[in-house]
């Protein structure tokens, strides 16, 4: 199975090429994360073009100053609170695209930690763990450009279904190989449960020794 290891820290994303294999991340300090661990890093949509959210951002500043130089030559205050709702929004924006900037060249805004017992779903909100049991259904498919592949996990529960989602590039991980690996997992993780579930077979009770003849 073709899985490759990203080097990279899952906390912070700091390069670990040619740290011991043990040794914790030295900027985040977290632990080095265990062989058997397979960590993917992805986007959360496909579109993950921060040149167009920079634009935007540099459209928003350039409107802000258009508005201030509307107030003050008219001398009048009234376009200067549009012009800094504009400016504020426009300066979130472009502070955006600089971080999706800098996540484009550490792998994405995503981070999948795919273990033994189940997986961590990092995202830049929050942090989530869910078991094989937690999850209902794995689903592959192929985005509109090359080398594009959506991965999305099912979770069911009372009254909503819960789905966590990562975009790939084919070019970096084996996607295939590691929806299978998800699969297999799932259906093991099933299988055991139900072993355990399952009440134990009543041993057949023991005939009395013969009596004497």
Same mark, same amino acid.
């Given at each position: 199975?073709? *899985?490759? @290891? ?8 700091? *390069?670990?090429? &040619? ?22 890093? &992805?986007? %959360?949509?496909? #579109? ?15 409107? #802000?100053? &258009?508005?201030?130089? $509307?107030?003050?030559? #008219? ?8 012009? $800094? ?5 426009? =300066? ?11 996540? $484009?060249?550490?792998? =994405? ?11 961590? +779903? ?10 094989? *049991? ?8 192929? =985005?509109?450009?090359? &080398? %594009?592949? @959506?991965?999305? +996990? ?9 789905? #966590? $989602? ?12 590691? @929806? ?5 997992? +799932? ?7 139900? @072993? ?5 077979? *009543? ?9 004497? %003849?």
């Amino acid at each position: 199975m073709n *899985l490759r @290891h990203v080097e990279r820290c899952p906390g912070c994303r700091y *390069l670990r090429n &040619g740290l011991p294999n043990k040794a914790p991340c030295p900027e985040c300090g977290e632990p080095a994360p265990p062989d058997e661990w397979l960590i993917l890093f &992805g986007w %959360s949509s496909e #579109a993950n073009e921060w040149r167009n959210l920079a634009v935007i951002g540099c459209v928003m500043l350039a409107t #802000a100053l &258009g508005l201030y130089s $509307t107030a003050y030559l #008219a001398r009048t205050a009234m376009p200067a609170f549009p012009g $800094t709702v504009v400016l504020v929004a426009g =300066g979130v924006t472009i502070a955006r695209s600089l971080l999706w900037s800098k996540r $484009t060249h550490e792998g =994405g805004d995503i981070v999948w930690i795919i273990r033994p017992d189940g997986v961590e +779903l990092r995202t830049p909100l929050l942090t989530r763990q869910w078991t094989y *049991l937690d999850i209902e259904q794995v689903l592959f498919e192929y =985005g509109w450009r090359r &080398g %594009s592949v @959506h991965l999305c +996990l099912l979770q069911a529960t009372v009254g909503q279904a819960k789905e #966590a $989602t990562i975009w790939l590039n084919e070019r970096d991980v084996d996607a295939r190989a590691v @929806h299978q690996l998800l699969r297999d997992r +799932l259906a093991a993780a099933r299988a055991a449960e139900s @072993h355990r579930t399952q009440p134990a077979a *009543l041993n057949p009770r023991a005939s009395p020794p013969p009596g004497p %003849s």
